[in-house]
């Protein structure tokens, strides 16, 4: 995962918690599950444009060979 093992992890998270506190960390890892899941849905929705305009792209250049 990342390259990090326990040790580093541990270390990660003793730092978080000193930082925001105990009480603060379920509301910070909302926050940041809440992040990661827009920013996956983003991608998906601009992958899904991507492909739409290529598809639309495709058909144009079909129906101008059918023209011809």
């Known amino acids: ?10 270390i990660i998270l003793v730092l ?5 506190g105990a009480g603060k960390l379920p509301q910070v890892g909302g ?5 990661l899941r827009n ?5 998906n929705d601009a992958g899904e444009e991507i ?3 290529d598809v639309s792209e495709i ?3 079909d129906e101008e ?4």
């Open 1 to 10: 995962m990342f390259g990090l093992g326990t040790q580093e992890l541990l």
């Open 16 to 20: 978080v918690m000193i930082v925001f």
């Open 31 to 35: 926050a940041l599950g809440k992040g």
């Open 39 to 43: 920013f996956k849905k983003g991608m």
């Open 51 to 53: 492909e739409e305009a």
């Open 59 to 61: 058909e144009k250049k």
């Open 65 to 68: 060979k059918k023209e011809d």
